[in-house]
């Protein structure tokens, strides 16, 4: 399976970046399709609808780290995340998601992971969120932990969850503030500690891995 998934994701990857619409034209997924390790998925901002977003370039402030925003189009490449399990866990390729569990999110282009910190973000001047690490390089900064809103302990597409930093208890978070330069037009992606509207997200577009039978759906 781990191989085969390799493939679908190279897949995915190479015909992104060159043609958008060969992967959209594909059959969507059913509604409420599980969200499984091994998954690459688009995070949507429940509230703005933008997608949770990274690109190789440094903030030009705090831990100087991959830079992440969300991002208003739907057709962009790198706002794709691989669902991975945390270190010395049994979870495996295409195990479902339970409420209280603790993921990692890898972005797809880069190979980063999803992190956050003491550093203030920029804007606001909450928690940074960033990217950092890589394939072989990922600490407890990387870690987040899963709560569903709403019945179901199972993650699926569409429905609301929200994802807390396990070591600084912030909650993955976005809002009306956007950036003016390098970033132009994208939101401010940051930590915060209090639940709110602002900090719910959506497993939207994407490649779910399946739980059984080793064909991917897509989204």
Same mark, same amino acid.
């Given at each position: 399976?781990?191989?085969?998934?390799?493939?679908?994701?190279?897949?995915?990857?190479?015909?992104?970046? *060159? +043609?958008?619409?060969?992967?959209?034209?594909?059959?969507?997924?059913?509604?409420g399709v599980e969200v499984t390790?091994?998954?690459?998925?688009?995070?949507?901002?429940?509230?703005?609808?933008?997608?949770?977003?990274? &690109? +190789?370039?440094?903030?030009?402030?705090?831990?100087?780290?991959?830079?992440?925003?969300?991002?208003?189009?739907? +057709?962009?490449?790198?706002?794709?995340?691989?669902?991975?399990? /945390?270190? @010395?866990?049994?979870?495996?390729?295409?195990?479902?998601?339970?409420?209280?569990?603790?993921?990692?999110?890898?972005?797809?282009?880069?190979?980063?992971?999803? &992190?956050?910190?003491?550093?203030?973000?920029?804007?606001?001047?909450?928690?940074?969120? *960033?990217?950092?690490?890589?394939?072989?390089?990922? +600490?407890?900064?990387?870690?987040?932990?899963?709560?569903?809103?709403?019945?179901?302990? /199972?993650?699926?597409?569409?429905?609301?969850?929200?994802?807390?930093? /396990?070591?600084?208890?912030?909650?993955?978070?976005?809002?009306?503030?956007?950036?003016?330069?390098?970033?132009?037009?994208?939101?401010?992606?940051?930590?915060?500690?209090? @639940?709110?509207?602002?900090?719910?997200?959506?497993?939207?577009?994407? /490649?779910?891995?399946?739980? *059984?039978?080793?064909?991917?759906?897509?989204?």
């Amino acid at each position: 399976m781990a191989a085969s998934f390799f493939a679908l994701a190279i897949f995915l990857f190479l015909s992104l970046d *060159s +043609d958008f619409s060969s992967y959209t034209s594909v059959s969507a997924a059913p509604e409420g399709v599980e969200v499984t390790y091994g998954s690459v998925i688009k995070l949507m901002h429940e509230r703005t609808k933008y997608r949770l977003h990274s &690109h +190789d370039v440094p903030y030009g402030s705090g831990s100087g780290q991959q830079s992440v925003t969300s991002y208003p189009n739907v +057709d962009d490449s790198n706002s794709y995340w691989v669902v991975k399990p /945390v270190h @010395k866990t049994s979870a495996k390729l295409g195990d479902t998601i339970n409420s209280g569990a603790v993921v990692r999110l890898q972005h797809m282009k880069t190979r980063k992971w999803l &992190h956050s910190h003491l550093h203030a973000s920029p804007i606001s001047g909450n928690l940074e969120v *960033s990217c950092f690490g890589g394939e072989d390089n990922s +600490d407890t900064g990387d870690y987040w932990k899963l709560e569903i809103e709403g019945k179901g302990n /199972v993650w699926k597409q569409d429905q609301k969850v929200r994802l807390q930093h /396990v070591d600084t208890a912030g909650y993955l978070h976005s809002h009306d503030k956007k950036y003016q330069r390098i970033a132009g037009g994208q939101q401010e992606v940051c930590g915060v500690k209090e @639940k709110g509207r602002d900090n719910i997200w959506l497993a939207a577009e994407g /490649v779910y891995l399946p739980i *059984s039978n080793g064909k991917a759906e897509s989204s």
